[in-house]
């Protein structure tokens, strides 16, 4: 009994479903079939006077095809689960140049309006992904469109035979109404591996893109790791160095003044050792910023737990002790759960944090939630979208979820096969 | 005292042995890895003994885990671990066994020397010496410093020195203040924080630091 419930409802849901894939795959044909049946209405013997219900017909196809693949991709993605990407070229940034003209990335323009139409009307139309959206709109209704009209066809025959007095079309109806109820469940199936076969971006597609990304953040490395190196020189130059300066001067005083004025010896060896005191805090400050001793030492989890220890936050860390990760990774994650705790203590004065860092088959999540104010945003070239340029270097992604009022989690996610 | 040293660095080993022995003291044995500074502790069992944290062959925390291993075999061992950076992380790794003997301290200490043989001494004797670094982050730590609130700004500096394992005696001298001033400071914070006062000072560093660690 419960089984035949399940399955009624089944078809039930696969006939509405079929319904609307041959209502979102039918509407380019009705477009060419309305402008066939103007054409067929003007007919006055003149071959041209179809020119005009022609050019209709192919502009509603343009306009149509890239909203009809995406209800397409959102059906298949509601329906089945299976995330289809669209894979249209994004447009780059506009920026304005030092002559007062923006450009964008093909031409300049006067204005940053113009820049933008322009951008926009350039990645539009010269975006290889608009000939593939013009292929599934041709495919479509003659590969799903047909299948989902099965049922809908059975339906319409067992309605129009069941209402004759004729026996052979009773009989028609009867097989019409089979056909509908047995294809309801399934003809709906049919929309996936189509939409997934020729919706997907082209494997070169793909690959250009992935080459655009990483050619970005190759940029971005180079950039980040170059600051980093000038901080560290910095850092060196005006700190330890000078100290250890100084430092050899005060000894060569102390060692000239040692037999004449023992006491103002004693004075500047006592300075010395304050100044070496103080050049070593320096460089254990600088030596913690580039790598952390515990990283070094025990790893990931322990380096997360000292600093959840040290953090002025009552943290928690909930983590398998026995995960160990590439060097680089684990210096990545240590420096962003570093950055959001710091973040969690300064802009959104929280008090507590949780970090968990978790692992499964595709990679590993760390995940970090405070009970401060909230209200955190992605914005450029602020600290959270460095921690996601860092992390885009592994291919990692951050998520972040901070309604204003707190409280505040960010998820990492990075891959790692190898694990 | 009979003190082994282990240091992988030549200079400081070196520096540190002529330091231990021009105040009088017998340097029994010297290591350089972390497999050495086992077996040195686990023959000489000195009265005390100085590891380095970072040591080869892996130049992670060898020495801190010899060190564990050696007062695994040996409870009480008295070890004094100088490392270039102080983590609270192994503080309370070392602290964790409640045996007493045991410091933790950056090695810049050795800059004071007359403080540094004095912290070494306190070790070899059972106490604890903790870097005051250490004991900055312990007390500002996030679930301690809440409880510390209701310590007036006088008991928190005399429980800052406790946890650096200093007597009632030497925290009078570093405060210049009083015996009698400063156990009267000992009794009202450890009644606020509601430990039992004890005359052991190693167990009284260790309740200080066993209420700071357990929320």
């Known amino acids: ?419 | 005292m009979r003190i082994v040293v282990a240091e992988d660095l030549y200079l400081l080993r070196d520096g540190m042995v002529r330091l231990l022995q021009a105040y009088g003291h017998e340097v029994v044995a010297t290591a350089a890895t972390g497999p050495e500074t086992l077996d040195a502790l686990l023959r000489w069992r000195p009265d005390v003994s100085i590891v380095d944290v970072r040591m080869p062959p892996s130049q992670s925390d060898e020495g801190l885990r010899a060190a564990l291993a050696a007062r695994g075999e040996v409870p009480g061992l008295p070890i004094l671990i100088l490392s270039q950076h102080v983590e609270q992380l192994y503080a309370r790794e070392l602290l964790a066994d409640g045996s007493g003997g045991i410091g933790y301290f950056l090695k810049d200490s050795v800059f004071d020397a007359d403080q540094f043989i004095d912290a070494l001494e306190r070790v070899a004797g059972g106490g604890t010496a903790m870097d005051p670094a250490v004991v900055v982050k312990l007390l500002s730590s996030g679930s301690s410093s809440r409880r510390l609130g209701q310590l007036t700004e006088r008991e928190h500096s005399v429980l800052g020195l406790m946890a650096e394992g200093l007597s009632n005696q030497a925290i009078g001298r570093r405060l210049f203040l009083s015996e009698s001033a400063i156990s009267k400071y000992t009794t009202s914070l450890f009644g606020k924080l509601g430990i039992t006062d004890d005359d052991d000072s190693n167990r009284r560093v260790l309740a200080v630091l066993t209420y700071l660690n357990n929320p």
């Open chain 1, 1 to 419: 009994m419960r089984q035949l419930v399940s399955w009624v409802a089944s078809a039930g849901v696969g006939f509405v479903r079929a319904c609307v894939a041959v209502a979102v795959a039918m509407l380019v044909p009705a477009v060419w079939a309305a402008a066939v049946a103007l054409w067929i209405w003007w007919w006055d013997g003149d071959p041209w006077s179809g020119t005009v219900p022609f050019l209709w017909a192919c502009i509603g196809t343009l306009a149509l095809s890239r909203p009809v693949c995406g209800m397409f991709r959102s059906l298949v993605a509601k329906w089945t689960g299976t995330v289809i990407p669209a894979g249209y070229r994004q447009a780059g940034p506009v920026t304005q140049m030092s002559t007062g003209y923006w450009w964008n990335g093909h031409s300049y323009e006067r204005t940053s309006r113009d820049a933008r139409l322009d951008q926009q009307w350039r990645t539009r139309w010269r975006d290889p992904a608009i000939w593939r959206d013009l292929r599934f709109t041709a495919i479509a209704p003659i590969t799903v469109g047909v299948i989902c009209a099965v049922p809908l066809a059975g339906v319409g025959a067992a309605g129009f035979g069941l209402s004759q007095p004729v026996l052979s079309a009773r009989l028609a109806g009867v097989l019409g109404l089979a056909v509908a109820i047995g294809g309801a469940p399934y003809a709906w199936r049919s929309v996936e591996p189509v939409a997934v076969r020729f919706l997907r971006p082209s494997p070169a597609m793909t690959m250009a893109d992935r080459v655009d990304e990483l050619t970005a953040q190759r940029a971005d490395t180079t950039v980040a790791q170059a600051a980093e190196i000038r901080r560290i020189e910095r850092d060196l130059h005006d700190g330890a160095q000078a100290r250890l300066v100084a430092l050899g001067l005060s000894l060569a005083t102390a060692e000239k003044l040692m037999e004449t004025a023992p006491d103002q010896a004693r004075t500047l060896l006592r300075e010395a050792r304050a100044g070496a005191a103080t050049s070593l805090t320096e460089l254990r400050d600088l030596v913690r910023g580039i790598s952390p001793p515990v990283l070094n030492e025990r790893g990931l989890i322990d380096a997360v737990r000292a600093l959840a220890l040290d953090s002025p936050l009552e943290a928690t860390v909930d983590a398998d002790l026995q995960l160990r990760l590439d060097p680089p990774i684990e210096s990545a994650v240590y420096f962003g759960i570093a950055e959001l705790l710091t973040n969690a203590l300064k802009h959104a004065h929280a008090t507590r944090a949780r970090i968990s860092i978790a692992r499964d088959d595709t990679g590993i999540l760390v995940e970090v939630e405070d009970d401060g104010r909230g209200g955190a945003d992605m914005r450029a070239g602020g600290g959270l979208d460095g921690l996601r340029r860092r992390l885009t270097v592994f291919d990692g992604t951050v998520e972040i979820t901070s309604p204003a009022g707190g409280p505040t989690r960010v998820r990492m996610m990075l891959p790692c096969e190898s694990l």
